[in-house]
């Protein structure tokens, strides 16, 4: 695979640096809605979403907050100390708390299960190697086993204990084909998700105009065919061309490019993060 090349392991912080390498903030931002839509396919994710109480979290009512909280998971995550990781963890759970099915819910569900943080950190995993591949080339098995065994922080920075993820790169491969089996996307759901995620309905009516028809290009690129069906995307092998023509220059460009480039705004929210914690702020 070819791929920037890691900087050298700072002193204070080596496995931060280190793990830089797995990360690309612009296919984050681009393939972003489509790890959102991959994740409500499991029934309980996607009704704890669209019935969730926590108003303060809603994409549907906050989509610059509900952003920057995502991105900010993953940079930490990622990136961010046992500390950190272990703070963000206690910010999110304030919220999650809350995230549980009620009394006669068709679907019973809880933010804290720790089955359901499994898949949503195996959608975040799948999404990561979707978007380098598309960026760079096939991954070589080097590296596609170190960033695997890496990314099971994407479960454990919450609840998920760490020998829930699957063992290895082929464990997880049956896993995800299982899971895969058994999406369920109701009409409540399909609806949130075409018309808030594919179709920007949080935004203004100039943000929908300008930005809707990318948004809707590049999700539905990043989703396998059945969720694409699921939803009523269309899709052709013409698309399918022009997005991993736009993808493998969007990789060279990040390449060639200094670190930042790769790392916004994933950096920036990490940093926002840090100052946020210093100051006392409440951090989601």
Known sequence: MSRPASPAASADQPGEVARRKYLAGPAALLGGPANVVM????????????????????????????????LTYLAVAMLGTDEERAAYREATNTSHRQVRSRPG???????????????VAACIYRGVVDSLEYLYGPLDADYADELYRESSRFGTTLQMRPEMWPADRA?????????SAQISIDD?????????????????????????????????????????????????????????????????????GPERWRMYPLDKHLADMRRRRALGKPLV
Do not use: C
Not at 214 to 237: I, K, M
């Open 105 to 119: 819910s068709a679907v019973k569900y809880n933010a804290f299960d720790p089955e359901l943080q499994l898949w």
């Open 171 to 179: 464990a997880f491969a049956e896993y995800w084909e299982r899971k």
């Open 39 to 70: 994740q409500l396919s499991q029934a309980p994710v996607g009704r704890g979403v669209v019935e969730s109480t926590v108003d303060s979290g809603r994409f549907d009512l906050h989509p610059r907050k509900r952003g920057r909280t995502t």
């Open 188 to 256: 409540e759901v399909k609806r949130y998700l075409r018309e808030q995620v594919v179709e920007l309905g949080p935004y203004g009516r100039v943000e929908r105009v300008l930005f809707r028809p990318v948004n809707r290009f590049f999700t539905t690129g990043f989703l396998p065919q059945r969720y694409r069906d699921e939803l009523g995307l269309a899709w052709s092998p013409g698309r399918q061309r022009a997005f991993e023509l736009i993808m493998r220059a969007i990789g060279t460009v990040m390449r060639l």
